[in-house]
T-cell receptor, first 113, second 113 residues
Framework: DAGVTQSPTHLIKTRGQQVTLRCSPKSGHDTVSWYQQALGQGPQFIFQYYEEEERQRGNFPDRFSGHQFPNYSSELNVNALLLGDSALYLC????????????FGSGTQLSVL | DQQVKQNSPSLSVQEGRISILNCDYTNSMFDYFLWYKKYPAEGPTFLISISSIKDKNEDGRFTVFLNKSAKHLSLHIVPSQPGDSAVYFCAAGDTGANSKLTFGKGITLSVRP
C-alpha cells in the first residue's frame, strides 16, 4: 500500500519563477494538507484541501495556491518565487471523520536561487 | 509568535537510559497534541498523541505526559535505543485529528550506543 507520494523530490528555481509541486495521498485518504519546513524550523501549515476546495489556510500570501483533483491528488503552486521560499514542502493526507493521524510524504526540497 | 515551543534543540542520552523531550504551548484552544519523529530525507512519522482530557498516554516504550495548567507536555522514551536517534517534533491542534497542526522547531535526539 503506497503511502503519500510527492514529486519531484528536488527542484531548483530562480527568483520570480513559478513552481508546481504534486502530491498523491495515501490510499483511502480524501484530505490533503501542505506544510512548509524551512531550515531549522518545524513544518508550518500552508493550507488544506477537501472535496476539491480549500478548507483552511495558514498565514501564507496569495502567491501560494493549490488544487485538489477528483482522485484526491493535489498540487501546490507558488508564483513569483522569492529566496525565502526555499524550503522542504511536505504533503500530508488524512481522512475526514477518522481519528487516523496525518501521514506525511517525504517532501519536495525547493531551492530558489 | 511561536505557539508551540521546543526550547532545547538537541538531547544526547546513553542507550538504555530514559530520554525526556519537552514541549510548551501558549494557545489555550489546543486540545490535541502529537509527537512526530523525522529521519533525514523522510517525512515526519506519527509517534504518539494525547487528548487534553487525559494527562498520560502510553504506547510501548513511549509515554506522553500532559500538564494542562502548565501548558506543558513531555515525551518519555524508555529504554532509549540507537534507532531512536532522529528529530522529534511536538505538534498541537484545536479541532481534532484533521485540524491544522502547529509544530515546534523540533529536538534532535542522539542515543549513544
Amino acid at each position: 500500500d503506497a503511502g503519500v507520494t510527492q514529486s519531484p523530490t528536488h527542484l531548483i528555481k530562480t527568483r520570480g519563477q513559478q513552481v508546481t509541486l504534486r502530491c498523491s495521498p495515501k490510499s483511502g485518504h480524501d484530505t490533503v494538507s501542505w506544510y512548509q519546513q524551512a531550515l531549522g524550523q518545524g513544518p508550518q501549515f500552508i493550507f488544506q484541501y477537501y472535496e476539491e476546495e480549500e478548507r483552511q489556510r495558514g498565514n501564507f500570501p496569495d502567491r501560494f495556491s493549490g488544487h485538489q483533483f477528483p482522485n484526491y491528488s493535489s498540487e501546490l503552486n507558488v508564483n513569483a518565487l522569492l529566496l525565502g521560499d526555499s524550503a522542504l514542502y511536505l504533503c500530508a493526507s488524512s481522512s475526514q471523520g477518522s481519528d487516523e493521524k496525518l501521514f506525511f510524504g517525504s517532501g519536495t526540497q525547493l531551492s530558489v536561487l | 509568535d511561536q505557539q508551540v515551543k521546543q526550547n532545547s534543540p538537541s538531547l544526547s542520552v546513553q542507550e538504555g537510559r530514559i530520554s525526556i523531550l519537552n514541549c510548551d504551548y501558549t494557545n489555550s484552544m489546543f486540545d490535541y497534541f502529537l509527537w512526530y519523529k523525522k529521519y533525514p530525507a523522510e517525512g515526519p512519522t506519527f509517534l504518539i498523541s494525547i487528548s487534553s482530557i487525559k494527562d498520560k498516554n502510553e504506547d510501548g516504550r513511549f509515554t506522553v505526559f500532559l500538564n494542562k495548567s502548565a501548558k506543558h507536555l513531555s515525551l518519555h522514551i524508555v529504554p532509549s535505543q540507537p534507532g531512536d536517534s532522529a528529530v522529534y517534533f511536538c505538534a498541537a491542534g484545536d479541532t481534532g485529528a484533521n485540524s491544522k497542526l502547529t509544530f515546534g522547531k523540533g529536538i534532535t535526539l542522539s542515543v549513544r550506543p
